[in-house]
Structure formats: structure tokens, C-alpha cells
């Protein structure tokens, strides 16, 4: 693998990233405007599917930040 190739990797996977935290400040500011609107009027089973879908998805994507960056951190030590 060429040394651009490499760096292309590096800000591609850098790129992901950055996407990923702002689709989690998406769904960590949905979640906290539907629990503030509308969270006395849902139903015991709303608000625990809500939290639990929140915080799956927060689960899967932080394994799969730490994922890239370990990729990331692989790829780099491959320039230097």
C-alpha cells in the first residue's frame, strides 16, 4: 500500500468519525427533546423502548468509533 493510499485511509476514517459524533448529537438531542416534551405523556413500555433504543445505539456506535480508531491507529503507525 502506497504512503497515499495510507493518508487517504487516515482521512476517510477521520471523516467517519467526525459524521458519527454529529449523527450522536442528533439522536442525543432528539432523545432529550421527546423526554422533555412528551415523556410525562408516554407509557411506562414508551419510555423504556425509547432509553433502550437511545442507548443501543449509542453502544454500537461507540464499539465502532473505537473500532475505527484503532484501525486508524494501525494505519498510521504504517506512515511512520
Do not use: C, H, P
Not at 493510499?5 to 421527546?34: C, H, K, P, W
Amino acid at each position: 500500500m502506497t504512503e497515499y493510499e495510507v493518508a487517504d485511509l487516515l482521512a476517510t476514517y477521520s471523516s467517519n468519525m467526525r459524521e458519527g459524533q454529529a449523527l450522536f448529537i442528533t439522536i442525543f438531542s432528539t432523545y432529550m427533546i421527546v423526554a422533555y416534551t412528551v415523556g410525562k405523556k408516554l407509557s411506562r413500555f414508551q419510555v423504556i423502548f425509547v432509553t433502550f433504543s437511545f442507548l443501543l445505539f449509542s453502544s454500537l456506535m461507540t464499539f465502532g468509533d473505537v473500532q475505527t480508531l484503532g484501525l486508524a491507529w494501525n494505519y498510521a503507525d504504517m506512515l511512520l
